[in-house]
């Protein structure tokens, strides 16, 4: 199965073949478009002229890297704070995996142990680390033992709750329905 999260096939290739692109994409999943968020990181890969690695934006000076997301356009609407969130997830996974993220799930022994180790992560909180616990293993196919429970109603086969759900144009729209249709329900409480 082909990434498809920005909608965008460059920055979908990328985030299919880089964890930490991944990572930082869901990590920018807030008060933007999706398709913006999981972008971000092919267009930080761009204006760095490179791979995008954990070593690299770890080590990059932080007013320089919060310039670089805040070029025109934007990578996010919170560049500053963004960059810095960016910078310590980069940090944090050279320091305790070796700017090697998928030893998160590679080294899980099961879906309990992986969401400990996402939930671990700087800027990530239960629910980012549910929601990336049913993209991994909904469309990458990581399941470790108790994948499905562990990444809580994310997990639910046939849903349509998240960006774990998100294959195609037709799913992002049933996506933002089930989102759009939650938040109608909740204001009505």
Known sequence: MRIQLAQRAEADDLLGRSPFALLVGMLLDQQIPMEQAFAGPYTICQRLGGDLTAEEVASYDPEEFAALLAEKPAVHRYPSSMAARIQQLAAYLVEHHGGR???IWTEAADGKDLLRGLE?????????AQIFLALLGKQLGVRPPGWREAAGPYGEEGSFRSVADVIDADTLGRVRAAKQEAKRAAKAK
């Open 101 to 103: 993220p998928e030893r």
């Open 120 to 128: 671990s992560l700087p800027g990530y909180g239960k629910q980012k």
